[in-house]
């Protein structure tokens, strides 16, 4: 996976962890997950004088966050690592008047106190876009060009905006109404479309669905919009106020990366709480009853008097409970779990001598609906010196790619050889006229056992106005936390961390009474907490 010509290799920091678990041990509050949403949550609980023990079946930290570090110790993100927009500076707009500030100020100020600081993405120069009309640059002001190319694209973007302003995304399947939520949770974002596209009658092949349906995925799983309700995307929307805060780079979700990497977010919170964070401990099974939980795995269980899961939803559904959690709800929390599905991704990376693209006034920037890399972002790495930078000197320089959706499980199926060679030459093709990459990169987060899939969920019809309750909703001493269940900036290391502060309050709230009514309790459970 990793070329010999980059010697990359994992950030190895030790953080002091514990390195497996045998027999059993009791604590307060017990984590799953030693992802952002885990770790924050264990972070916040201790600092309340609650003792807390996070069990993490990788042998490292960060869950979707992964650095690593290059020959010269500079660092470069395989997983999640943009964060923006950042707080203080003003958030973007395509359209004007659509601005909605929605800062990421919790990943954002975390870090910062942890003394991690952010440096800009490369956003100088032109941005390339591509779609049935062909190549072609632009100096729009947004990564897809409807401000200057397509007026139905543009409509449309507006239109979602507008439709998510409606949504709560506390509780989707009834706002702005039960019937409009019906509505729109019995569409496709496909189907949509293809029924309200502007000027009428638009399908694939035409460039407003092309470039619609970019800004869709961009705002997806990623998926494709024939696999996505469209109450789904609106609500991802909703989370981080407009399309625009998610796809545009300067003042948009691109804004800035993490010195050092994203991952190290995650190792100092970690280093902070030290042997409570145990390594190589993947969760098999949570029981409780009225005296408190039991988490188990291979040859170790930790009792606590409740238990955050901050995992991805599809893999809480790997768990086995007992007494089984449809005692608890008839059924329902198990039900939403068979319905959650990651999304698909290859993340890809090609290393170059320096940025050539910035010397030909281009942002290494793309977006197109070709395939199989339908974005791209200048990824390279942060140098002390700023002014290096954003030099088109800087050595190496770094070009980033995804395969998203069907590009990604058509292309998992090849060899790394040929992912390789496509992207190099789909690369050449939006910046053409540069040298032989030196070195590649790629990560495919559908073969991870422990993500399934990236960034994060979409949801087909149906799920969110059937079962959306259950997704936060605790289970008797179970609680969950994780990107995937935030209603701000869902799918994103923001809202990973705002999921873990909101699981810390509602369990710290449960402690604070001796005894205590869970939710839903099954018939015979007296729970008390203390
Ligand atoms: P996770 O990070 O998934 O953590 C869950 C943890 O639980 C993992 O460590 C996992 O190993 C562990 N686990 C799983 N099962 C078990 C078990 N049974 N027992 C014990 N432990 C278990 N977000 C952004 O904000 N900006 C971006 O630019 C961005 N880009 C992304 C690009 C990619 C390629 C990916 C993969 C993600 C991206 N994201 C981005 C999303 C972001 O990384 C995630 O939303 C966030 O990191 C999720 O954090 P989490 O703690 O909720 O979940």
Redesign the pocket.
């Known amino acids: 996976m990793l070329p010999s010509e980059l010697h990359a290799a994992p950030l190895l920091e030790d953080t002091g962890a514990a390195h497996g678990l045998e027999g059993t041990r009791a604590t307060d509050i017990v984590i ?9 949550a264990a972070r916040r609980l201790s600092a309340k004088g609650v003792r807390v023990v996070v ?4 042998q ?7 650095s690593y570090e290059l020959r010269d110790g500079r660092v470069i ?7 923006g927009p950042i707080p203080g500076e003003t958030t973007s707009s395509t359209i004007p008047g659509q601005a909605v500030q929605r800062t ?1 100020h919790r ?1 954002f100020d975390l870090a910062k106190s942890l003394g991690i600081h952010t440096f800009k993405t490369y956003d100088s120069g032109s941005y390339v876009n591509e779609t049935v009309s062909g190549l072609r640059t632009t100096d729009s002001g947004t990564r897809l060009p409807i401000d200057v190319g397509d007026v139905g694209a543009a409509e449309t973007v507006l239109l979602w905006n507008q439709m998510a302003k409606q949504i709560d995304p506390t509780h989707p399947w009834d706002s702005p109404s039960r019937e409009q939520a019906l509505d729109w949770d019995s569409l496709t974002v496909d189907s949509w479309m293809r029924q309200n596209l502007i000027p009428p009658g638009q399908g694939p092949g035409s460039e407003t669905y092309a470039l619609t349906t970019l800004a869709a995925q961009s705002v997806s799983g990623p998926c494709d919009p024939r696999d996505m309700s469209f109450l789904d995307m609106l609500v991802a929307i909703a989370t981080a106020g407009t399309i625009d805060n998610m796809i545009n780079t300067g003042g948009g ?2 804004d800035s990366r993490f010195i050092g990497g ?1 991952q190290r977010i ?1 190792i100092k919170l970690a280093a902070g709480l030290g042997d409570r964070v145990v390594l190589g ?4 099974s949570i029981s409780q009853n009225r005296h408190g939980v039991t988490v188990s ?1 291979d040859g170790f269980s930790v009792k606590g008097k409740a238990v955050i899961v ?3 939803p599809t ?1 809480t559904g ?2 086995h409970y007992d007494p089984p959690m449809s005692e608890f709800d008839g059924g329902t929390r198990d039900q939403l779990v068979q319905r959650t599905p990651m999304g698909s ?1 290859i ?1 890809v990376q090609a290393f170059y001598p320096h940025p050539y693209w910035r010397e030909q006034g281009l942002a290494g920037q793309a977006t197109s609906d070709r395939g199989p890399i339908t974005s791209t972002f200048d990824n390279t790495p942060f140098t002390t010196d700023a002014a290096t930078t954003s030099s088109p000197d800087v050595s190496p320089g770094a070009l980033v790619g ?1 395969m998203d959706a069907g590009d990604a499980r058509e292309w998992a199926q090849k060899s790394m050889a040929e992912r390789r060679k496509a992207t190099e030459a789909t690369f050449a093709r939006f910046f053409p006229g540069g040298p032989d990459a030196i070195g590649y990169l790629e ?1 495919n ?1 559908s073969l ?4 399934g899939g ?3 969920v979409f949801f087909a019809p149906g799920v969110w106005t059937s079962y959306g309750p259950a997704l936060t909703r605790p289970v008797g001493r179970i609680h969950w ?4 269940i ?1 209603p701000v ?1 869902n ?6 961390v705002h ?2 502060e909101v699981a810390a309050t509602e369990v710290l709230e449960q402690l604070a009474h001796h005894e205590v009514a869970l939710h839903n309790e099954p018939p015979g459970l007296k729970s008390t907490l203390r």
């Open positions: 799953v997950g030693a992802g952002l949403a885990g770790l924050t069990l993490e079946a990788r490292r930290v960060g869950g979707r966050t992964l993100d395989v997983g999640g690592q943009w964060v990421q990943v979700a691109q994203s995650s401990a993947p969760v098999r795995g901050a995992l991805p893999l790997r768990i991704t993340k995804f990560m987060w991870e056992t422990y993500t990236c960034y994060g936390a994780g990107s995937d935030s900036w799918g994103y290391m923001d809202g990973a999921s873990g």
